[in-house]
């Protein structure tokens, strides 16, 4: 089966790397050459760089047997191009979508324009997050070169239609996202911006980082409504394109005196690293925040590369995907076990829920689609282990 993946998202480069991880072959469509180097090489995935109209792309598709619209959200008219081919070539489409975020206190627009014309009507800086290719819509804002800080790639492209269109260089903010809610705050504070613009991009998209600042800082958001649209979850994609996998093997190794690591140290990661110390590990916990259990090695700083050395397993928990997602690539290629907290498919194994008694000790997981059911089966066996410890 030949897929075709129109990337260009966190969600396409997602999929790639798990059809990679299930050693399947793929094609990865991406639209520029700054969308190339953001996706990383991956065994079994190829990457087309170059944009395509409707009928450059059902002549890319004629051997396909599925295409994968990973596109944009808001990318409504190459979406309808993906279509159009799909439908020359004899080609399945699945449409990938983006989970939507629950918006609330925001003044909703149905697109750039909409924008611009509430702009218009107000006073004060602004924040533009909405990328390029709408700017100009925002021209017709009264002053719109002293009012407006937009915030686009860092690419040449982005950068000369800034330019074009007369955006003072001062105002220009070059960066690639998703940003911290700290990171938003500080643009919002040194733009001085009483307004923020913005699309649904969803929790991939940076969407509750931008959210947050904009409301401790009270900063007014504008929210360009997403395009309706049918297709599937992420989840739901996987499953189609993904063969099923079996369970993984409850493999039970000796940590004495094993070095293991545990990045952050909220609520998950205090108990892991709590958890890998019963068990007689060396745990290093780092993390700036939070307070790591007694017998652990606490570094109250950010996540660096060489931490890793000289470590057996890693579990990665911080509340920030980006972080995760290095330290699970970084184990890949360094062949350390590593557990991912907030995603089971960067998990070579997964940490389990732990119960102990009677001089047993049970490691329970489930296969990701209900954790209540873990925690109940937890308790019981929990129960189990008590009464027989009492026998």
């Known amino acids: ?217 009270g900063c007014r958001v504008i929210l360009i409504d997403r395009p309706q649209e049918d297709g599937l979850m992420p989840e739901q994609v996987q499953q189609l394109l993904l063969p099923q996998k079996p369970m993984r093997f409850p493999l039970f190794v000796d940590l004495a005196g094993r070095r293991c690591l545990v990045v952050g140290c909220g609520k998950i990661g205090a108990h892991r690293a709590e958890v890998l110390l019963r068990y007689g590990a060396e745990v290093i916990v780092v993390a700036p925040e939070g307070e790591a259990p007694a017998g652990a090695v606490h570094h109250r700083r950010a996540f660096e590369p060489d931490d890793l050395d000289g470590v057996f397993l890693a579990t990665a928990a911080t509340d920030c995907r980006k972080i995760n997602h290095e330290i699970y690539t970084l184990c890949v290629q360094r062949e350390i076990f590593v557990s991912t907290a907030d995603n089971r498919d960067e998990c070579t194994f997964f940490f389990p829920a732990v119960r102990t008694g009677a001089n047993l000790s049970v490691g329970l997981v489930s296969d990701g689609s209900d954790h209540k059911k873990t925690a109940r089966a937890a308790r019981a066996i929990e129960q189990i282990l008590k009464e027989e410890s009492r026998t």
């Not at 059809?19 to 639209?31: K, M, P």
């Not at 000369?160 to 996202?177: S, V």
Request: glycine share 8%.
């Open 1 to 217: 089966m030949k897929t075709v993946i129109f990337s260009g998202t966190s969600e396409g480069r997602s999929l790639c790397e798990q059809l990679s991880r299930a050693g399947q072959q793929a094609v990865a469509c991406v639209a520029t050459e700054y969308g190339r180097q953001v996706m990383p090489e991956l065994p079994g995935i190829r990457v087309h760089t170059g944009r395509m109209d409707a009928t450059q792309m059902a002549d890319f598709l004629r051997d396909a047997e599925i295409a994968v619209d990973a596109t944009h959200p808001y990318a409504v008219e190459v979406s309808k191009n993906i279509r159009q081919a799909c439908q020359q070539a004899g080609c399945r489409y699945l449409r990938l979508l983006r989970p939507k975020t629950q918006v609330e206190g925001a003044v909703h627009v149905p697109d750039a324009q909409a924008a611009a014309d509430y702009l218009a009507q107000t006073e004060g800086a602004v924040l533009l997050t909405v990328g390029s290719k709408e700017l100009h819509c925002f021209t017709s804002v009264p002053d719109y070169a002293e009012r407006l800080w937009p915030r686009v790639l860092p690419a040449e492209a982005s950068m000369q239609i800034c330019k074009k269109l007369g955006f003072p260089a001062a105002h220009l903010i070059l960066m690639q996202g998703p940003f911290s809610e700290e990171l938003n705050c500080a643009l919002i504070h040194m733009s001085g911006a009483k307004w923020l613009v913005t699309k649904d991009t969803g929790e991939a998209g940076g969407l509750p980082e931008k959210l947050a600042a904009a409301k401790k800082c």
